[in-house]
């Protein structure tokens, strides 16, 4: 069992940037694919972005390319997303997923394929 826990999250204003942090314990944190999703109020779930487990493939979503950064440390067993020029519509509760293998060096946005979800972290930009 993988247990996944986001923080970071906050109210922001417009144009501010902020970091979210994405902590597992379980498993071999190395090896899964991790995802970041969101969801805003009277919306369905959608695809942030994912990063392989070596970090080597990134893949986001055309509304925050750009603006948003995902990263990872698998030392830490801690992936991040680095969010920046935020803009009211980002508004939502952000959810940190894992993949775990196998898999090989891919980052994907199918949510069906993640496994374990954290709790979600709420993030607020006004304007």
């Known amino acids: 069992q993988v247990q996944v826990v986001e923080s970071g999250g906050g109210l922001v204003r417009a144009g501010d940037s902020l970091k979210l942090s994405c902590l597992t314990s379980?498993?071999?944190?190395?090896?899964?694919?991790m995802g970041w999703f969101r969801q805003a109020p009277g919306k369905e779930r959608e695809f942030v972005g994912s990063i392989s487990w070596s970090g080597g493939v990134i893949d986001y979503a055309d509304s925050v390319k750009g603006r948003f950064t995902i990263s990872r440390e698998n030392a830490k067993n801690t992936a991040y997303l680095h969010m920046s020029s935020l803009k009211p519509e980002d508004t939502a509760v952000y959810y940190c997923?894992?993949?775990?293998?196998?898999?090989?060096?891919?980052?994907?946005?199918?949510?069906?394929?993640?496994?374990?979800w954290g709790q979600g972290t709420q993030v607020t930009v006004s304007s």
């Open positions: 379980g498993g071999i944190f190395s090896t899964f694919v």
């Open positions: 997923a894992v993949d775990p293998p196998p898999w090989g060096e891919v980052a994907h946005s199918n949510q069906a394929e993640y496994e374990y």
